[in-house]
């Protein structure tokens, strides 16, 4: 989504202001420190420990990991107009689905999409409203650092603006879809289930 031009994704946008104004670390460092403060602040409004939250984590760090192996390859693609915003088109909609899939996938998923899930949970707030707030968030963060520190807005697009305002329905939407036609199990729960029929 950054490489099409129009802009990270809003989710990305906070590592990606600290990435740029403290370059030290790169984009995928500050991305899972980022996610494990957001690992951090779900289990402060549990006020208890949750292992789930944990290995949501484990699974961000391997996510920030990609992030700096597939910035080796990514400027190889070509970068024409029409490109750019098929570029965009495909990464809104794989993030959306990818998003609407992690969320019913039964196993840990990275914090930056378990933080509104669960908060949703916590407040009784639906996903979609939390999901918006939470990107319109992470931008204004991001406007307000990049512009203090660097003295321009940077990493933020159309894209990024559009996304953050309506990725948290389509989200919903995809999710709607999916319950509507498949159901999710755990392999622990079906194997829970199974035992208890043959007893």
């Known amino acids: 989504m950054l ?14 202001a600290f990435s740029e104004v403290l370059p030290h670390l790169s984009l995928g460092t500050w991305t899972y420190i980022f996610q494990g403060l957001l690992v951090l602040i779900l289990m402060l409004l549990q006020k208890r420990f949750v292992l789930q ?12 990991k990609l992030l700096d192996a597939n910035e080796l390859w ?4 070509p970068s024409t107009i029409w490109l750019r915003i098929l570029y965009f088109v495909i990464s809104y909609l794989l993030i959306s689905f990818g998003i609407a899939l992690s969320n019913r996938c039964c196993l840990p998923i990275i914090p930056t999409d ?11 707030v639906s996903y979609s409203k939390i999901k918006i707030s939470f990107d319109v968030i992470c931008l204004a963060v991001t406007a307000a ?12 697009g159309i894209g990024t ?4 305002f ?11 879809y999916l319950d509507r036609h498949v159901q999710f199990v755990s392999f622990l729960q079906k194997e829970h289930f199974g035992k208890r029929k043959q007893a």
């Open 3 to 16: 490489y099409s031009g129009s802009g990270i994704s809003a989710i990305s946008s906070v590592p990606f």
């Open 53 to 64: 939250y944990l290995f949501s984590f484990v699974v961000g760090f391997v996510f920030g």
């Open 74 to 77: 990514i400027n190889i693609l």
């Open 114 to 124: 378990l933080f509104p899930r669960e908060l949703s949970k916590i407040t009784g």
């Open 145 to 156: 650092m990049t512009g203090i520190c660097l003295h321009h807005i940077d990493g933020l």
């Open 161 to 164: 603006v559009l996304a953050a």
């Open 166 to 176: 309506t990725m948290g329905k389509v989200v919903g939407l995809m999710g709607d």
